[in-house]
């Protein structure tokens, strides 16, 4: 578990930048060929990875109906979740976009009792209750307005949430070699995010510093942090423990926010921030069981 947690970690620092990196992009750049660019990148860092380390080998064993599941769970949790996000990062502010989209957390564990038939306990709940409620009091502090772009941008970023949980319980469902899958993955997003992209926007000329920015959403955002992510979740032992981590994005998220785009933070993000971190060490702590069995097997030796 803890290298599952230093994944976790890194994760979090990384996905922070997500939000305010789109947001300065979408200024300028289409959504779908913000996402085709980036994700053309996070396919070719990982595949100079996989030939590196020599996981393109395990390629070659793949049946075609394991191909098709990579097309689908990047379909399912990439593509659609990306593209639900990059819009509602568009409608709303970055850090309101943000707080509404991790709700994904929970999904995960809503998906993960459903599906894994992991147990859902008392004190997971709590968990969840109270990171939860870090969420809503992020929320609260700049309510969403009625307009209809408005609105259009809260939904997007719940179904988005939906997506990227669902995504996160079938990958950990299916033993498939995360390197690989990732790849394949972040091919399906550049590949449907093209013909999406051809088919709605005029595309524009990428200059300068946005090759920066969209070369960093793509080889660490989007290979790095979620192949991370992925073997996190892959090796966790109980998957609610590592979704709660990612409760911590929204606030380095406003942290950076406030710096590079400008916008407030405000004193409620700090009380949020209490009770997000709450729930995370709350649901970290080891339960009666674990602590009854370290003690047994300290006496055994």
């Known amino acids: 578990m803890k290298k599952c947690y230093v994944y976790a970690g890194v994760t979090v620092l990384i996905w922070s930048t997500l939000a305010v990196t789109v947001k300065l992009l979408l200024a300028d750049i289409p959504n779908f060929q913000a996402l085709c660019i980036s994700s053309v990148f996070a396919f070719v860092f990982l ?14 064993r793949c049946r075609a109906r394991d191909l098709l599941l990579m097309a689908g769970l990047g379909f399912l949790g990439l593509f659609m979740y990306s593209a639900l996000y990059y819009y509602g990062i568009g409608a709303l502010g970055s850090q309101e976009a943000c707080i509404l989209n991790y709700l994904w957390p929970v ?12 147990p859902f306990t008392l004190r997971k709940l709590c ?11 992020l929320t609260a502090a700049k309510p969403v307005g009625a307009s209809q772009s408005r609105l259009l941008g809260v939904i997007a970023c719940i179904a988005a949430a939906v997506c990227y949980g669902l995504f996160s319980v079938l990958n950990k469902l299916h033993s498939l070699d995360q390197n690989v899958t990732m ?11 093209f013909v999406a992209g051809m088919l709605f926007e005029q595309w524009v000329p990428v200059r300068g510093a946005q ?28 998957s609610a423990r590592i979704a709660n981590f990612a409760y911590l994005v929204p606030f380095l998220s406003m942290i950076l ?35 009854g069995e370290k003690r047994r097997n300290k006496k055994q030796f």
């Open 183 to 193: 790849m394949c993955i972040w091919f399906t997003v550049a590949l449907c995010s």
């Open 127 to 137: 968990a969840i209750l109270m990171s939860f409620s870090g969420i809503v009091v």
């Open 107 to 118: 999904m995960i564990v809503v998906f993960a009792c459903v599906i894994l038939k992991e």
């Open 211 to 238: 090759w920066a920015g969209l070369a960093w959403l793509g080889t660490a955002v989007d290979a790095v942090a979620y192949l991370l992510w992925a073997l996190a979740l892959k090796d966790a032992k109980d």
């Open 257 to 291: 926010s406030a710096v590079a785009a400008g916008e407030r933070m405000t004193l409620g993000a700090v009380f949020a921030l209490l009770l997000i971190v709450g729930g995370i060490l709350l649901q970290s702590l080891p339960s009666r069981k674990a602590k």
């Open 47 to 60: 595949l100079a990875l996989n030939i590196v380390n020599g996981s393109i080998q395990s390629l070659r």
